[in-house]
């Protein structure tokens, strides 16, 4: 029942289009391949979006009340604490986890949004949640626990993460 999808090493972004269109199940679920959310993240969204059947996208966030880190690098959880508490302007502080991978989304929902979702980037996850809401699709937040998987302190936040979202955020009008 699994399914390789190649990408050419073409972004995260584009990775995630490829995986989404080529999915059968009625429900998808993204998260890291390090698994720093664990399976029991996974089963949670995937609850959560049984149980109520008015929400298309649920968002894992270890950032909102409930939500923990466990051994992320002090530097790192401020970054992306930060980075996500900024981020959230463009969605009316509506949601702390803006950036964030995991994320489970109804097939039938995304599937005619994904052709208008043009990043290939981190980005992505900040586009796919504004295309929901611009579509009018009910969004959601449920407290997850991230539990820090690199061996070093993992790869430094990039100059051009950083810019590429504070550009989605100077262009955004709101949703």
């Not at 269109?21 to 998808?28: C, I, K, N, P």
């Not at 097939?107 to 290939?120: A, H, Q, R, T």
Request: with cysteine.
């Amino acid at each position: 029942r699994a399914k390789l999808v190649r990408n050419s090493h073409r972004g995260r972004g584009a990775a995630l289009r490829a995986g989404m269109a080529a999915a059968t199940g009625d429900v998808l679920v993204t998260v890291d391949a390090d698994l720093s959310y664990g399976p029991e993240e996974i089963r949670k969204l995937y609850a959560h979006l049984k149980a109520h059947p008015e929400c298309d996208l649920v968002i894992g966030s270890c950032w909102m009340p409930g939500g923990s880190v466990e051994g992320v690098p002090p530097f790192r959880a401020w970054v992306s604490r930060t980075g996500n508490w900024v981020l959230s302007h463009a969605f009316h502080g509506r949601f702390h986890t803006t950036t964030g991978v995991l994320r489970g989304y109804r097939k039938k929902k995304i599937g005619p949004l994904l052709p208008s979702v043009v990043s290939d980037g981190k980005e992505f996850h900040l586009e796919v949640l504004d295309r929901a809401l611009q579509a009018g699709q009910e969004a959601r937040e449920i407290p997850a626990t991230l539990v820090w998987k690199r061996d070093g302190g993992g790869r430094p936040v990039s100059v051009r993460t950083i810019l590429s979202h504070l550009g989605f955020l100077a262009t955004h009008r709101g949703t």
